[in-house]
Each structure stands twice: as C-alpha cells, then as structure tokens.
C-alpha cells in the first residue's frame, strides 16, 4: 500500500460533524485492523470551538480559516458538513482544486452545484463522495451506482424526509391534527424550528435531484422538480385515504414513460396498504427501485441523525482512502453521469 496514514480536514462540527467524529473514533481501531488504513480527523474548521459537545477533541486542531486546510500537504481528504449552498459549494471546489478529495452528506450544495463539483473532481483528479446527502445512513447511492450498476433503471420511489414522514405516521397512528403533530415534532427535534425545507417538499426535492443525476444521467435541477409539501394535509385526508385502503406519503418519484420521457415529482401520494412503502413510519426513510435486471427492491433505514448518517460519511472517507492507498484515486467522466 501506498500511504497508511490518511489525515482528514473537517469542514463545519455541529450535530452531523460530531457524528462522523463519534464514528470514526469509537472504529478506528476496527476500520484499521480490517482496511490495513488509519484515517485521522486533524483540523476542524468551526466558528465556535468551545460550544458544548458530546465528545472530547484537542482544542488545537480547531480553526477558522479554510486555508488551514486546502493548503495543508499532508491533509488527503476534507469532509464538508457545513449545510446549505454558500458557502460550501464554494469551499467544496476550493478544497477539489487544491487536490484534495472531498466527501459531503450537503444535499442543498449537491443538488445545487451538482455539474460544476463534479467536473471540478474530474479537472482535478480526485473523488468526489456524497452518500451521505440521500437518505442518510442508507448506502442507496453506493448500491444503485456500484453493485447494481448493470440495471437500467425504470423508477425511483422515496420516501425521503424523516420529519414529513414522521409527522403523517403520527396522523394516521393517533387521529392527530397537523399543527399539533408539527409541535411535537419540533419538540423532539424530528423538525427544525422552520420546518419549511422539509413541510414543503424542498428537502426531498434536493435529494430527488441527486438520484435522478445518478440513475437516469439527466441532470435535473431541485427547483425544476414540481413539488406539493404537506401542511394541507388534513385529518379528514387521512381518513378518506384510510377507508379506500391507502396511506399517505411524501414521495419523490422519478420514472421512465413507454415513451421515455422523465417524469418527476415530490407530493403526497396515497400509497396502498400492501406496497412496501407503506410500513415505513416515523422518521424513517425508504427508497423503492425498479431495474430491468434485478426487479423491485427497497432499501430501509434511519434517513437522519449524528451517527448514521456519520456512517455513510465515514463509509465514503474509508473507500476513497482504499483507493489511495492503491493510487488510484481520482474520478473519470463517466457516460450517463454516474460515478
């Protein structure tokens, strides 16, 4: 092997940053046994150092300035959990041109810059990662783009919110109305404080965006996807979907016509009692595909949270570090858009 000692610059420390650390510290010794690779987290950049956290880290490793990072040769690969479009596209593409790899689980800057950080990897010969940004700890991106890759893909359908879901599961189980079930939501940190990325569809939309790029090599951006959140959503609704043996769900779906033309769309949807879809509750998340190899198949797991989604992120920094340690690692382009 190469290199062994893989040192990883971490971009932003809140709830998921400190869940990628949590990751790789309570493995590390599990990730190197099995992978032969010790990977490092070595400076964090992070406006405020001395808010209280969940883990101990050395106070020097902490800074406010990128350049701490991008201009440090022995740093290999810099994770960006920022959160939002600006600036971590931007330092995203920093990062890529000063020859570092990158790993992300930042849907919005994904979905939003999804041409130029991939053609910024390419340019600069280093791997872009972001399984993490779709579902959380569900390796879907991994698994449609790598084990399955020999499919054609016919149709995507996700439920791919844990607060939207969360908030209809709580609906149909107890009769509630949405205005109170929004408020326990909020009140066990299922929802933010505005919830409207989520309500509204524009969380799922991102996220629907970066599986139609992936699946079907089209590039659609989140804001051309025709999207209906849930907050019209009434007992009543509940109710009548119920009676006709329905539930209802957010989901963003992608498909081929006969025609193949693309259709898409985030929306409630009444989902029928024996689809597998169907039994996905709370905050969890789904994604049911259909290829013309492999046939129907869903992929379930937590969508959300610290650690797994750290995982899909860890999972991410391990791969590009395997394929460091082969010299190996940079991304060609490849027909159709997928990795």
Known sequence: MKKAHLKIGLMGFGNIGVGSYQVLEMNRKQILAETGLDFEIVKILEK???????????????????????????????????????????????????????????????AAAYDELRKAAEDNHVLFRYEASVAGGIPILSALTESLQANEWTEVLGILNGTTNYILTQMTDFNLEYADVLKTAQEKGFAEADPTADVEGIDAANKLSILISLIFGHRVPPEEIPMEGITRITKGDIAEATESGNKIKLIATARKT??????????????????????????????????????????????????????????????????????????????????
């Open 48 to 110: 405020n150092a001395d808010r209280p956290r969940p883990v101990q880290v050395p106070r020097e490793i902490f800074t406010q300035d990128p350049d701490d990072i991008f201009c440090d040769p022995e740093i290999d690969i810099v994770i960006e959990l920022l959160g939002g479009i600006h600036p971590a596209a931007d330092l995203m593409l920093s990062a890529m041109n000063h020859g570092k790899h990158v790993v992300t689980a930042n849907k919005a800057a994904v």
């Open 258 to 339: 006969v025609d193949g033309r693309l259709e898409y769309s985030v929306k409630p949807t009444l989902i029928p009692f024996d689809h597998p879809l169907a039994g996905v509750s709370n905050e969890f998340n789904a994604v049911f595909v259909q290829g013309n190899a492999v046939g129907e198949l869903m992929f379930y797991g937590k969508g959300a949270g610290p650690l797994p989604t750290g995982s899909a992120v860890m999972g991410d920094v391990i791969s590009i570090g395997k394929l460091i340690a082969k010299n190996a690692a940079y991304d060609n382009k490849v027909p159709g858009g997928r990795r």
